[in-house]
């Protein structure tokens, strides 16, 4: 009797796994991923890209738009952070103003972005 | 004395084996199914590639980076990226999309080697791959068209476009001419042939081949090449004393009799009209 039961425990247990592995690798429902699921890597190029592209068109709705898909709290903050971050490491240049150029539209510019702002008179800098 | 052999329970196995697998399932697809985090761009859903696509072509366009763009590009796993992109240049080209995007994505394409029929729109980098031959000695007739501007003709028999450089999905919208007015004034542009294309919401619509005859000569011009005026609108320069005839390509009829004899503006200044042709889609036909 215990021989029978412990069997029984080792198949489920062993076909609760395989059923798991094949349920997870043979999903259901569609598993592709959002702009907010991307990599951080990819995030900020992501990032950088909204900011070439409000560069040539200047379009700021379709900048928050672009923004809001990342699904940042405060998209603000993430741009801020960021264009400090790739001014710490030394980045490319035009990736930099192109941050710092939407952290400056939403109104936040700090000392390390100041050698990266647009020649823009009027930019309100804290 | 015999020692009773104990079979193994094999059927019990199997029956743990079945519920395990289920129960299994069951736990992987409702109760904690799959949810990707930290992605790469080839696995995002379908509107966010393209999304990322056209932001990859809009960053091209400022810092020109091909080698970049393409590096962007490769996490889409696509066997062609050229290919990728102009398909997108003419997915949007075809949606009306914003003329800014198309441009952006045709231009990539076309760096990348792609062809996109976008391009010949937007990036005036290549020429049309499918223009009709130049069509010559058709035009014997013209100097006694006896029209006026105002009144186009509803049967044109002089000139007959044997070729279309309009593709097919375009064809299937007949536009008919709603609108034909002469401009003579100071203040305004001389010399013009300026196209209007709105479809049925009086949007501007872009990417129209608009065919333009005179005496000898041919050209083409587009429509949303200068979105700032409508996505709709073209316009073509003339020569003066020309008897010029319009031809919205594969979609309207020609309109014959467009003449550029100088006109003379309120202030008694003598120059070349400007002539503005208007077409919408025409009305549905009653029953």
């Given at each position: 009797m215990g021989r029978a039961f412990l069997t029984l425990l080792i198949g489920l247990g062993l076909g609760a796994l395989a059923g798991a592995i094949f349920g997870w690798f043979r999903p259901i429902q569609d598993v592709s991923a959002g702009i907010n699921e991307l990599h951080p890597g990819y995030k900020a190029d992501y990032t950088v890209m909204v900011g070439a592209a409000y560069a040539i068109d200047g379009d700021w709705d379709q900048v928050q738009t672009r923004l809001g898909r990342l699904e940042e709290p405060d998209p603000a903050a993430y741009v801020v952070v960021l264009a400090e971050q790739y001014i710490a490491e030394g980045r490319n240049p035009d990736d930099i103003r192109n941050l710092v150029r939407l952290a400056a539209h939403f109104g936040y510019t700090t000392p390390p972005m100041q050698p990266y702002l647009p020649p823009s008179p009027g930019q309100a800098v804290p | 004395m015999t020692e009773r052999k104990q079979r193994f329970p094999w059927a019990l196995l199997l029956i743990g084996l079945i519920l395990g697998g289920g129960g299994g399932v069951w736990y992987a697809w409702f109760l904690n199914p799959v949810n990707l985090v930290d992605v790469d761009p080839g696995q995002l859903n379908a509107t966010d590639q393209r999304a990322y696509v056209l932001l990859v072509s809009e960053a091209y366009l400022q810092d020109q980076d091909l080698e970049r763009a393409r590096s962007r590009l490769q996490p889409l796993r696509a066997r062609d990226v050229a290919t990728l992109v102009s398909e997108q240049a003419d997915l949007a080209l075809l949606n009306g999309d914003a003329a800014s995007e198309v441009r952006a994505l045709a231009t990539l394409a076309e760096a990348l080697g792609g062809n996109p029929l976008a391009a010949e729109v937007f990036s005036g980098t290549s020429q049309p791959t499918s223009m009709p031959e130049p069509i010559t000695a058709t035009f014997a007739g013209i100097p006694t068209v006896t029209s006026t501007p105002e009144q186009p003709t509803e049967?044109?028999?002089?000139?007959?476009?044997?070729?279309?450089?309009?593709p097919d999905f375009l064809v299937e919208t007949q536009l008919e001419l709603v609108a034909l007015e002469q401009v003579c004034e100071d203040d305004y542009p001389s010399g013009r042939i300026e196209v209007y294309v709105d479809d049925a919401l009086e949007r501007g619509m872009p990417g129209l081949a608009v065919q333009v005859d005179w005496v000898g000569n041919q050209d083409t011009f587009f429509t949303g090449l200068k979105p700032e005026k409508s996505a709709g609108y073209g316009d073509f320069q003339m020569e003066s004393n020309q008897i010029y005839t319009v031809t919205l390509v594969g979609l309207a009829e020609p309109v014959v009799g467009i003449d550029s004899a100088p006109c003379f503006t309120d202030s008694g200044v003598s120059q070349l009209p400007t002539y503005q042709l208007v077409y919408a889609p025409s009305p549905p036909e009653e029953p």
């Open positions: - | 049967t044109p028999t002089l000139l007959i476009p044997t070729a279309t450089a309009t």
